[in-house]
């Protein structure tokens, strides 16, 4: 730890909250600062989809930590502040309130924002879902009988959708492709959860999406590429998101679709990059990608934290994580290990998704790459070896 005596963390998210209490648990006892733009403390995001959206969970059940714990641990919590600005010859990370925060080493956090659509700003009833207060601002809106479209047919859309339906919104889901989550979910989980959604009453639309209309300074409904207008009282624009890099424009960081670091972590001297602004090493592709899931958030702030401390010597370790997920649709509940190619073959290996719960494993040239559990979470760890592993465990299943 020669020389490091003050490090900041930019970004209060799960990924940088993550990698300040790492950095005390391994013994780091300098200067810490954890600068986050919204004025909460630290909380999982996950729920603002689900519990939160659906009014299930207040604010407080998400919070990631007791409200002590930054004090208790030394850590100076700068919360309801951008950074603005890094100075890597000066060393200092500039806020958004003209702070300057001296730095041995900066951890860039900063995650990503959602997309927007064309034609949404200053509409009134144009909704996104990154933070709690958009959940509540959403949930807010969803009287019985509002006309909600979701523009995205994503994991986020998909969960909004639900939730949403369950608050009595008449709800509408666009997106490219004729059945949602067919690339992540593989077809049999996927196809459960298209029925999920047509026994909730949810309307599927496939369609590309061009931009929002309005009238009067609120939004009238989601144009797409065929022309047609769908109507809306209320849009949730779900669309994807970009990284928040913009601060760092001058500050010699690499930046090219998020924070360009190596498989370490390290993105430059004294400048490491965590969770969903990481643009990293993929191993299974050979090139580079940011990952937007939460355990890899967490499972990569602990990695870059202790790397940060070891250098980028003998004692650091490449973070290579198998790739996980999951995701709540209805009474479904669906992990995903590794990635799944919608041509590949699968085979299930518990269940049936006739029952509505199984497990199943996706192949290629001879070996397992990835992996879907619905509804059977006691199949993880079988699962997670699978994948790992590349090797089919016994007993020999049916072919699907």
């Not at 144009?223 to 047609?228: E, F, K, Q, V």
């Not at 993929?282 to 990695?303: F, L």
């Amino acid at each position: 730890m020669t020389g490091l005596h003050k490090i900041v963390v930019v970004g209060a998210g799960a990924a940088g909250a993550t990698t300040a209490e790492t950095l005390r648990a391994q013994g780091y006892d300098g200067r810490l600062t954890l600068v986050g733009a919204e004025p909460h403390e630290p909380y999982d995001r996950p729920p603002l989809s689900k519990q939160i959206l659906a009014g299930s969970w207040q604010p407080d059940r998400i919070r990631l930590r007791a409200p002590d714990t930054y004090d208790r641990l030394g850590i100076d919590l700068r919360l309801g502040t951008d950074a603005v600005g890094l100075d890597r010859t000066g060393r200092t990370v500039e806020l958004a309130d003209g702070t300057r925060l001296p730095a041995d080493a900066v951890v860039v956090a900063t995650g990503v924002r959602p997309r927007r659509l064309p034609g949404d700003e200053g509409l009134s009833g144009v909704h996104v879902l990154r933070t709690v207060d958009d959940a509540l601002a959403l949930r807010t809106a969803l009287t019985g009988g509002v006309r909600l479209v979701v523009a995205g047919a994503g994991l986020l859309g998909t969960e909004a959708a639900v939730a949403a339906r369950g608050l009595g919104a008449d709800v509408t889901l666009v997106g490219p492709d004729p059945v949602p989550l067919l690339g992540p979910l593989g077809p049999q989980a996927a196809g459960l959860v298209a029925a999920a959604h047509r026994g909730l009453g949810l309307r599927v639309r496939q369609g590309r999406v061009l931009g929002v209309e309005g009238a009067r300074g609120a939004v009238t409904g989601v144009r797409l590429a065929d022309g047609t207008l769908l109507p809306a009282d209320a849009v949730l624009v779900a669309t994807g998101s970009l990284p928040n890099t913009e601060w760092l424009r001058g500050g010699g960081v690499p930046v090219d679709n998020g924070v360009v670091c190596d498989a370490l972590g390290a993105a430059g001297p004294g400048v490491w990059a965590v969770g969903d602004v990481a643009n990293r090493p993929d191993a299974s592709t050979g090139g580079r990608r940011r990952r937007e899931h939460r355990t890899q958030a967490t499972e990569q702030a602990v990695a870059v934290a202790r790397n940060l401390l070891a250098g980028t010597g003998t004692g650091a370790t490449p973070f290579a994580p198998l790739p996980y997920f999951w995701t709540d649709q209805h009474d479904l509940k669906i992990q995903v290990f590794g990635e799944i190619d919608g041509t590949e073959p699968s085979h299930v290996v518990e269940g049936s998704p006739a029952e509505g719960r199984f497990a199943a494993v996706h192949y290629a040239d001879g070996r397992v790459r990835a992996a879907v559990a619905v509804n059977l979470p006691r199949a993880a760890g079988r699962l997670r070896r699978m994948v790992l592993s590349g090797v089919l465990e016994a007993p020999t299943p049916s072919s699907v």
